[in-house]
Nanobody, 114 residues
Framework: QVQVVESGGGLVQAGGSLRLSCTVSGSVFTLNDMGWHRQAPGKQRELVADITRIGSSKYADSVKGRFTISRDNAKNTVYLEMNNLKPEDTGVYYC????????WGQGTQVTVSS
């Protein structure tokens, strides 16, 4: 059984910051890519950022320069540091990790007020 647990969401004013964390536990083999998707109300889920096991990362154009993804392989944990948040960053953020299959967290709500 594999568990993917996110934390760190919440309500913040525009221009503020939040840090999301996601830890994978259970019977999981080597974790390859880890990262975050988000889904805004009425929109499709989109990739926000992901990071390989060796630390190569990529970002959605809309968050470049504001979000930073990192991971701690020893802890099976991935982080998303979000700065200068905008109302359009509002949504449910889902952590994922790729091993023999893709595992997803339950999602954490991020709300940015204007």
């Amino acid at each position: 059984q594999v568990q993917v647990v996110e934390s760190g969401g919440g309500l913040v004013q525009a221009g503020g910051s939040l840090r999301l964390s996601c830890t994978v536990s259970g019977s999981v083999f080597t974790l390859n890519d880890m990262g975050w998707h988000r889904q805004a109300p009425g929109k499709q889920r989109e990739l926000v950022a992901d990071i390989t096991r060796i630390g190569s990362s990529k970002y959605a154009d809309s968050v470049k320069g504001r979000f930073t993804i990192s991971r701690d392989n020893a802890k099976n944990t991935v982080y998303l540091e979000m700065n200068n948040l905008k109302p359009e960053d509002t949504g449910v953020y889902y952590c994922f990790c790729n091993s023999r299959r893709t595992y997803w967290g339950q999602g954490t709500q991020v709300t940015v007020s204007s």
